[in-house]
């Protein structure tokens, strides 16, 4: 049979020889991880629900190959043999060197700009993340996750199970023995099956409750952000754990529960009062979501323009929810270098169950998540 080579890759960055489309993968790869914090505010993957590309800055990967010049100018050699790591051995002509002003006259570096999908970000960015403090809890009461395992090859089986890869090769060996090589024909005996083992692995349970600020004073690039943050939240929960819930609450001086379409889509206005969507969180933990059968993990976003008179009062219900809490979240997003008088009675607040984050631009989503879902080492009291 003759020998083929089935290869898949982005027609816009893979269009050269088939043996340079691993190193051009690996450079989209780098591309990817330095860029992270770019990519996660792209607005044509955020504003499709994962469904959009990104267009990602490659270098270009041109063979090495042999330049003739003219002798009439400087060169720069391999030495004589006696220089050491470091040393230098040359340098450039002084035509080639910029100048650091002006319109400049030399060439640029060679880039493409490839197609990058949500897979290829998720890859990279869920790698660094997970719930801190996972813990499973009192009393058996670990969610249960069930899993379908390929153990063995069998010559029996449903055909949606059939594996082709070893019917052809039984096919194939069984022929050549008779001394007729080829696939066919393929007898009821070269069937193979895959089969499958039913694994229930214990999982503690957590609950995430995302909450955020829709009132007046959000503008568009606040809600951005907020919702940014929250769809990659959303995407890293759901990729990596099978039983963690997410509670989606909406404020702005009153709260209330919506659904996942309402959170991400309808604005709101009004004033603000944060200590609302804390009360509300506390009423759900104590009607559904207790401490003892749940990990809680509160997040809530907000700008930090509270009613005065409302901070004292969200101090003592944040530091309630903490007592509960697995982990307690607050992000505010101040793109004015001010400090709102929220955050000020926060970061007074001294407790190893509550991490904070000021953002200041969209490429602060990356390092929140970080911030937000990273083990980090427990204070020792």
Not at 124 to 149: C, R, S
Not at 323 to 348: H, W
């Amino acid at each position: 049979m003759k020998d083929f080579n089935l290869s898949y890759g982005h027609w816009d960055l893979y269009h050269k020889a088939l043996k340079d489309e691993q190193r051009h993968d690996e450079k989209v790869q780098e591309a990817i991880k330095n860029n992270l914090a770019h990519l996660l505010s792209e607005e044509s993957i955020i504003m499709t629900n994962g469904e959009g590309m990104a267009r990602l800055p490659v270098r270009s990967m041109d063979e090495y190959k042999l330049r003739y010049g003219s002798n009439d100018s400087s060169q720069v050699g391999q030495g004589d043999g006696s220089s050491a790591v470091g040393d230098t051995i040359g340098k450039l002509p002084a035509q080639s060197q910029g100048k650091g002003e002006g319109a400049g006259d030399q060439p640029g570096v060679n880039y493409y700009e490839a197609n990058v999908s949500l897979d290829d970000i998720e890859a990279h960015l869920f790698k660094d993340l997970e719930l801190p403090f996972l813990e499973k809890k009192e009393n058996g009461n670990e969610g249960e996750v069930e899993e379908f395992i390929y153990r063995d090859i069998r010559k029996s089986g449903v055909m949606g199970n059939l594996d082709k890869k070893r019917t052809l090769f039984s096919a194939m060996k069984r022929n050549t023995i008779k001394g007729t090589p080829g696939i066919y024909p393929i007898t009821r005996d070269d069937l193979r099956f895959k089969t499958w083992e039913d694994v229930r692995k214990p999982e503690s349970r957590a609950v995430v409750f995302a909450l955020m600020d829709t009132s007046g004073s959000m503008g568009a690039f606040e809600k951005y952000i907020a919702r940014s943050f929250f769809f990659w939240m959303k995407r890293f929960l759901e990729t990596k754990y099978a039983s963690v819930k997410i509670i989606y609450i909406a404020h702005h001086t009153q709260a209330r529960v919506c659904d996942e379409e309402e959170f991400f889509s309808k604005g709101e206005s009004g004033g603000t009062i944060c200590s609302s969507v804390y009360e509300k969180a506390l009423e759900m933990i104590e009607e559904s979501y207790s401490p003892k059968l749940y990990n809680l993990y509160p997040v809530h976003f907000s700008d930090g323009d509270n009613l005065s008179s409302d901070n004292n009062k969200c101090v003592e219900l944040v530091k309630k929810l903490t007592a509960l809490s697995t982990l307690f979240s607050y992000g505010e997003i101040n793109p004015y270098y001010r400090q709102s008088t929220l955050m000020k009675v926060y970061e007074q607040i001294k407790n190893e169950k509550n991490r904070f984050f000021i953002f200041k631009d969209k490429q602060d989503i990356y390092p929140a998540l970080k911030h937000f879902f990273s083990v980090k080492e427990k204070a020792t009291s």
